[in-house]
């Protein structure tokens, strides 16, 4: 159910909020893990970059997660700023 109030929060924000800080784990760390430049990171934290599938994949072998776990927080922000789109058109 997608939040009628508020934005969801940003995969790059629980990217930072749940997993970096909690692991002390730096942007350059991760990038490294993940074999990607460190801007993609720093892209994906900052809410300029969305998740891709492959970035979801990457993610969830460094975490030991799921990628469903990184899409899913990513189709939640497009779908509510889709939603918001459309009811102001």
Known sequence: MLPKNRPPTPPGEILLEEFLK???MTQVE???RMGVPIQRVNTLI???RAVTAETAILLARVFKTSPELW???QTQC???EAARRLAIA
Request: aromatic share 6%.
């Open 78 to 80: 497009d779908l509510w």
């Open 22 to 24: 909690p692991l002390g």
């Open 46 to 48: 900052k809410g300029k």
């Open 71 to 73: 899409m899913n927080l």
């Open 30 to 32: 991760l990038a490294r």
